[in-house]
């Protein structure tokens, strides 16, 4: 397959070019424009409009030369005319979708999430487990260990959130199941789920934390969440071996001017750091804020969905307790302040970021993709357009409305999917415009 004429993301910028695509790996990109060799941090402003685009013939003539060598009139082309392409996002938190949730220990659970999350472009999943016992974990890990990625996104790990937490700053855990750090504990869940565990997340005040960062930090990333630590004791932990935080601002002391607390911490150890870009659990200027701290190598999207995620106002569950979702806000049912994680997507939070809150494009699509690889040790094969990497591609319009999901080479059909000039060889079949 090629995609001729895209506006390809690179960790650089923009740039203007075709993708080659073999079979379910990138093979090359062919550069057009040179001028915008160094790329460009801002979304294109030179995009076609949507109705010039669905009027463009496909550009090649089958056995033509192209950039990237002959091809047959059996080649399949699609003229994204302009159209940005990213790569397939990857999030590393977050808990379900569409009813489902990833403690539910169910493989149709598992299914239905991973169907949901790769129709929004998430195509490499890392869901997140709860502050749970281990007898209750343990089924989540072997369920996972026998999933084979298949229909939806591919399940690349799982994120250990809890029960190693503070009982002190639980936020929608269940504080019934925390416990200090248990090497033995992880050994066992690691072991039942194939070595799929890629992020322990533990406030390293609690007991046991910091003998658990010092054993176990070649092992597994380990992530500094749910936590009162003060500056001191956050440094420690990041100069044993932490490094990485959980929703940055939340589950932990803030930034004050004679106490720094954890994130400064953080911030000086050069710990990665995640943040919700929902527009509820962090104010626009403070995502601003961390961006241009942590700087785009640093940070990294995440949506922490729950099971209400593309679902209607309602009740719903999280680790045993009841959620209430209204007007695109979760909360605990019994505690209305506590906000119990969020109903949007990682694509949605991706596109508030960029739309909203002023995030340069090219350091979300970073965040929410290539940064995130990186953090779990899967970016051989995800997260980027690189040669060599998964064909997984998203082309979107300039209101970062998706047109088109590529997965592994293929394109996903499914519900609604939009409609863009698709050709094999020098014969086009027009289709109807979005």
Not at 83 to 111: K, N, Q, T, W, Y
Not at 201 to 227: C, K, N, Q, W
Not at 346 to 363: D, N, S, V
Not at 394 to 410: M, V, Y
């Amino acid at each position: 397959m090629i995609i001729k004429n895209a506006k390809i993301w690179t960790e650089q910028g923009f740039v203007t070019g075709d993708l080659i695509l073999r079979g379910e790996r990138i093979s090359d990109i062919s550069r057009k424009d040179e001028s915008l060799a160094a790329g460009t941090d801002s979304l294109p402003d030179n995009l076609p409009e949507k109705e010039a685009r669905a009027e463009i013939d496909c550009p090649l003539e089958a056995g033509m030369l192209s950039d990237a060598g002959f091809f047959d009139e059996t080649e399949e082309i699609l003229d994204a005319g302009g159209l940005l392409a990213i790569p397939g996002l990857v999030d590393i938190h977050f808990h379900g979708a569409m009813g489902r949730d990833f403690c539910d220990a169910d493989e149709e659970s598992l299914r239905i999430i991973a169907k949901y999350e790769a129709e929004q472009g998430i195509l490499a999943i890392c869901p997140a487990t709860m502050t749970l016992p281990e007898e209750m974990l343990l089924p989540v890990m072997r369920t996972a260990a026998a999933h084979r990625n298949g229909e939806g996104a591919d399940l690349v790990g799982i994120n250990m959130e809890g029960p190693f937490i503070s009982p002190g700053k639980v936020g929608a855990q269940n504080p019934v199941y925390v416990t200090g750090a248990d090497g033995p504990m992880f050994d066992r869940l690691q072991e039942a789920c194939g070595h799929l565990i890629r992020l322990v997340d533990l406030a390293p005040e609690e007991a046991g934390s910091m003998d658990f960062i010092r054993d176990y930090h070649d092992r597994v990333r380990i992530s500094v969440a749910h936590t009162c630590a003060d500056y001191e004791t956050a440094e420690a932990a990041f100069a044993a071996g932490a490094r990485h935080m959980t929703h940055l601002f939340n589950a932990m002391p803030g930034i004050g001017h004679r106490e720094p607390g954890p994130i400064i911490a953080g911030l000086e150890a050069g710990a990665t750091a995640e943040i919700i870009a929902d527009g509820i659990h962090v104010h626009p200027a403070m995502v601003r804020m961390a961006f241009q701290s942590f700087g785009k190598d640093r940070m990294i999207l995440i949506s922490d969905s729950l099971e209400a995620t593309g679902l209607k106002d309602g009740e719903y569950s999280l680790g045993g307790q009841s959620i209430t979702l209204k007007g695109g806000k979760v909360v605990l049912t019994e505690h209305p302040e506590t906000i119990a994680g969020s109903a949007c997507n990682l694509y949605q939070c991706m596109k508030k970021a960029i739309l909203e809150m002023g995030i340069p494009a090219a350091a979300a699509i970073q965040a929410a993709a290539a940064n995130p690889a990186k953090a779990i040790g899967i970016d051989r094969d995800y997260g980027s357009l690189t040669p060599g990497h998964y064909a997984n591609v998203i082309l979107a319009d300039e209101d970062l409305q998706i047109r088109r999901i590529i997965q592994k080479g293929k394109v996903l059909t499914f519900e609604n999917t939009h409609s863009m000039i698709i050709g094999q060889g020098k014969a086009c079949t027009k289709q109807k415009s979005c």
